[in-house]
């Protein structure tokens, strides 16, 4: 468990000092690198040659002591640690860690450090229960220091009581089962980080038709189902990608496990899909968006009146076409639902949207389109036909469509 862990320990200026040398014996003796500072009083109970024989290594006591002249030496400590353990962790040094003071090169190091802190208290059983101490100790817990509780005993002091620094044995316990901790704790992060072809990617991809209020009762809307758009979320995650779905009017259920954002007007679409498009990587415009809203949803339900009635429209904002223009290193995708000339109108599209990919379908042929399971579709770049699909689920085409975005996507650092 310690074999290669850099352990920096901080050797302090009590009677337990002794105990430091069985301490450097017995890591080093398992494997860790121990790199030993001690305080100036420290080296009034146990020698610096004492520490660097065992561990093999130079002993730090002086900040200005700079052997190494590439490096600065207390931070180059602080950054190479996997571990600070402060043993014995005298009352002085408990209130100067608790309080920031860096005045030595034990507390510089102590600041200086992002890694993981340990002490083991030793002290008269009074200094051990003085208000004063308790709060500092608590501080120290409250910032995540690891505390190794001192044993109860007769003290060197003589009174007999909680003080004495926990035995070496105990500490080595204390510091393999936290670094076992640590090896599990990373297992399960790296079993939680995903992984597959857009792993690290954000895609946004919008689903559904959006609807547009003529009053708060009626309104205008399309076939759309949301199931193309719904299955491109889905294989997106499985393919690694930390997924958003803005989803206009569909009955189906928001994809378990995917950020879903219900949407109603084109309107409102083109303002989620704007608030989310310069940070992510990919976006798919599965939505069949309207190209026309009423001038004026009425505010209250409109009463029947003449024997016609003219509803004024005004178009909607192209929320591909915005995107295109302002795409930087986003990877534009756009879909066409044709009924003729499938090609001559979706490269058009392409073209006009400055998409990188736009999926087209004949939604005249049987299995493809609205509300169907299926789809059969041509895929396009701006040099014409890229893929085209025979008839299968939208799952298959989802996935499809999305291992040649990522084959096609800006590399990273190039
Ligand atoms: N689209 C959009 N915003 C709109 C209209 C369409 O983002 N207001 C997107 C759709 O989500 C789709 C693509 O543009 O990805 C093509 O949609 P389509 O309605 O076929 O395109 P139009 O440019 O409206 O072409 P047409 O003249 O054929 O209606």
New binding site residues.
């Given amino acids: 468990m310690l074999n290669g862990k850099v352990i920096v320990l901080g050797v302090t200026g009590g009677i337990a000092a002794y105990k430091a040398a069985a301490l450097c014996s017995k890591l080093t003796q398992k494997g860790a690198d121990v790199h030993v500072i001690m305080t100036a009083s420290a080296k009034q109970f146990i020698t610096e040659l004492t520490l660097q024989s065992l561990t093999k290594n130079p002993v730090y006591s002086d900040t200005f002591d700079e052997r190494e002249p590439s490096v600065v030496s207390h931070i180059h400590l602080a950054d190479m640690a996997d571990l600070v353990l402060v043993a014995p962790a005298t009352a002085n040094i408990i209130a100067k860690m608790a309080h920031g003071l860096a005045d030595d090169m034990l507390t510089t190091t102590l600041l200086a450090t992002t890694a993981p802190v340990m002490i083991s208290p030793a002290m008269n059983v009074h200094m051990y229960t003085h208000p004063a101490v308790v709060t500092n100790m608590e501080t120290l817990v409250s910032r995540g220091v690891g505390m190794i509780e001192p044993g109860e005993g007769l003290l060197a002091c003589g009174y007999v009581g909680k003080g004495r620094m926990e035995e070496p044995e105990t500490i080595i316990e204390v510091v393999e089962r936290f670094f076992q901790q640590q090896e599990a704790e990373r297992a399960l992060d790296m079993e939680a980080a995903p992984v597959g072809p857009l792993a690290g990617k954000k895609v946004v991809v ?1 689903a559904g038709g959006t609807i547009e209020r003529i009053d708060p009762v009626r309104y205008i809307t399309n076939d759309s189902s949301g199931k193309m758009g719904f299955a491109i979320a889905k294989a997106a995650k499985e393919m690694g990608a930390d997924v958003h779905l803005i989803a206009a009017h569909t009955d189906m259920a928001p994809p378990e496990g995917i950020r879903t954002e219900k949407v109603e007007s ?1 309107q409102d679409m083109h303002d989620a899909v704007m608030r989310v498009f310069d940070d992510s990587d990919i976006v798919v ?7 026309y809203r009423p001038v004026k949803a009425a505010a209250s339900k409109l009463k029947k009146l003449g024997e016609t009635m003219t509803l004024e429209l005004v178009k ?6 915005t995107l295109g223009k302002r795409k930087t290193s986003q990877f534009l995708i ?5 009924t003729d000339q499938v090609e001559a ?1 979706a490269t058009d ?1 392409l073209r ?2 400055n998409c990188d990919l736009i999926v087209a379908n004949d939604v005249t042929k049987a299995g493809a389109g609205f509300g169907t399971d299926t789809n059969t579709v041509q895929i396009f770049d701006a040099g014409g036909l890229v893929l085209e699909l025979p008839l299968m689920t939208k799952e298959d085409v989802a996935r499809r469509l999305l291992t040649l975005a990522a084959e096609r996507m800006p590399k990273e650092g190039i």
């Fill in positions: 919008t084109a415009k599965a939505a069949a968006v309207a190209d909607t904002t192209d929320i591909l076409e756009g879909f066409a639902a044709e109108y599209k006009r949207k």
